[in-house]
């Protein structure tokens, strides 16, 4: 049976906009559809938000898709109508926002090549089930201002959210549209990654507020600004005397657990690490080097491998260390291994190990199967399920500055990347081979370039196919190597910044603004309920 075809709210409409106005024209646009037309528009904007994501960083389309949104479900005949909507243009934002993952997929395309069409739609599906909130929240505060204020709250609050609900997936926040470069990222200090979210929610809804708007988001720019040439301006301190090498060996994800290709992998990650430590001994004599290699980089079980651990640290002279992804097991008295651990392995020159840093917030599906046991496929490619480590710890070693170990995706948790005792360095270490050639690694870098600058930490990153980086304590970058790239990044270690007010209070800052937005937005509906005044312009 086909949907009726509903009228949209006219007062709505009045309100939004002058009789005439382009707004006016675009409302009814956008409110006229019915309902499959209505749906299939919502998400065309919300794919069409994607190019604001990393690398395209597409800003300015906010401005037409976030207020396409608005006026949709502010306008929409009903409540459902609206969290339709709402659904529809969470859905076409995360179905292209995540159109990469589908390479994963295909790096063992003969097993499951059906789940080709159906794995980045599922996924994003209850993840664009978030856009409901705003749009219900637009909907149910008083048209004008207080909309506006309960559509960014109500955002805000989603993507809180979506970081911790079934272990949380803060992949994609609105606020990385900004790290295209340091400056206008340098607010997220104060505020993080969702407090750029809310900020860029309330300046995407400007050309509905008309010139007043205009000024008012230029004003707005205009702070952001002052506050990253505030912070970008004092000169950057002296180094630790620590060179970093990390080893970017470009390993395809389907050539990487093969027997044929398992010693040439190994010996390429030795090579390039004895040319990396090579340059850094001309370039800096007398410098701490360290040699980073990424996520699961070893093709052996190097803690449990002391011949592997010797061939490894064989370029590394006197005092070196080598930081190496490596899968670490424990055995059973078959000798067979019972438990398996995806870690950060830290040796001396001589191969002996100094410590282990264990990943902790796994990855379902990728290294643990959920509900094991009830599902009907199982993805993960080992197996035996992933364990999780105790927790985030600094890593303390003989004549390097402490530092926190994040291993893949623990890094895009916006306040939960430093431990307690707070390390002088962040270090990420990822395998971004199963993203291929895509916007995937760019989004991930992003979501690391953006911690660094809310901790006050530098960030060193290396990854199995790029982007390997080395970001300073205010998210510059320092060095870096392209994606798809075979070699080594060589930098000097920055040193860390003071603590950062995010650094200390973490999440409470965006939930204060959250509750700080509501409780204005609250206000408004009522004063205008009280007074039944009739003006609502944005």
């Known amino acids: 049976m086909k949907p009726a075809r509903a009228a949209p709210r006219e007062g709505v409409v009045r309100r939004l906009a002058t009789p005439g106005h382009w707004r006016d024209a675009l409302t009814r646009r956008l409110a006229g559809p019915g309902f499959w037309r209505a749906l299939a528009t919502a998400f065309g904007l919300g794919a069409a938000t994607a190019l604001a994501l990393p690398p395209v960083h597409l800003v300015p389309v906010l401005l037409i898709t976030l207020p396409g949104l608005f006026i949709m479900v502010t306008a929409a005949p009903s409540a ?8 529809a243009w969470g859905w076409g934002f995360h179905v292209a926002g995540l159109h990469w993952l589908t390479n994963a997929i295909l790096t063992e395309v003969e097993r499951f090549w059906w789940l ?66 340091s400056l206008p990222i340098q607010a997220a200090a104060w505020v993080g990654v969702h407090g750029l979210s809310l900020a860029t929610v309330l300046l995407a809804l400007v050309p509905l507020a008309g010139r007043r708007g205009w000024i008012g988001g230029g004003l707005a720019l205009l702070v952001f600004a002052g506050i990253g040439l505030g912070r970008l301006w004092p000169e950057e301190p002296e180094p630790e005397p620590v060179t970093m090498v990390l080893v970017q060996g470009n390993v395809a994800q389907e050539a990487k ?72 097991a424990e055995f ?37 199967t959920p509900l094991r046991g009830l599902l009907p496929i199982r993805i993960v490619v080992s197996a035996l399920d992933f364990s999780a480590g105790p927790g985030l ?39 971004d081979a199963w993203f291929g050639i895509s916007a995937g690694p760019y989004q991930h870098l992003a979501a690391a370039r953006l911690r660094a600058v809310e901790e006050g930490l530098p960030l060193v990153r290396a990854a199995q196919t790029g982007i390997s980086a080395v970001f300073d304590a205010r998210g510059r970058v320092v060095a870096r190597m392209g994606l798809a790239e075979t070699g080594v990044v060589v930098a000097p270690l920055p040193s860390a910044a003071s603590a950062t007010p995010f650094a200390y209070l973490g999440l409470w800052i965006p939930l204060v603004l959250l509750a700080l937005v509501s409780a204005v937005a609250t206000l408004g509906s009522i004063s205008r309920v009280a007074s039944g005044s009739d003006e609502a312009s944005p």
């Open 80 to 87: 459902r109508r609206a969290a339709w909507i709402g659904l």
């Open 116 to 181: 080709v069409p159906i794995a980045v739609p599922a996924l994003a599906l209850p993840l664009g089930a978030f856009t409901i909130l705003p749009a219900l929240a637009a909907r149910w505060a008083r048209p004008g201002v207080p909309a506006a204020l309960a559509f960014a709250a109500a955002w805000l609050a989603a993507e809180l959210l979506r970081g911790v609900v079934f272990t949380g997936f803060p992949w994609n926040l609105l606020g990385t549209v900004w790290a295209f470069a």
């Open 257 to 328: 657990w093969r027997e044929d290709t398992r010693l040439p992998i190994f010996q390429r990650y030795i090579d390039l690490s004895a040319g990396g430590i090579r340059t850094a001994a001309q370039e800096v004599p007398g410098n701490r080097i360290v040699v980073v290699w990424p996520e699961t980089a070893s093709p052996f079980l190097l803690a449990s491998d002391p011949r592997a651990a010797e061939l490894a640290t064989a370029p590394l002279p006197p005092g070196a260390l080598l930081l190496a992804g490596s899968v670490r």
């Open 332 to 368: 059973g008295a078959d000798g067979r291994a019972s438990r398996v651990w995806n870690s950060l392995v830290a040796l001396d020159a001589q191969g002996a190990v100094l410590d282990a840093y264990d990943k902790a917030h796994l990855v379902p599906f990728g290294e643990y």
């Open 393 to 431: 710890r600094s890593v303390r070693l003989p004549g390097l500055p402490a530092f926190g170990g994040l291993i893949c995706y623990e890094v895009i948790f916006p306040g939960a990347v430093t431990p307690a005792d707070r390390p002088g360095f962040l270090l990420n270490i990822t395998n």
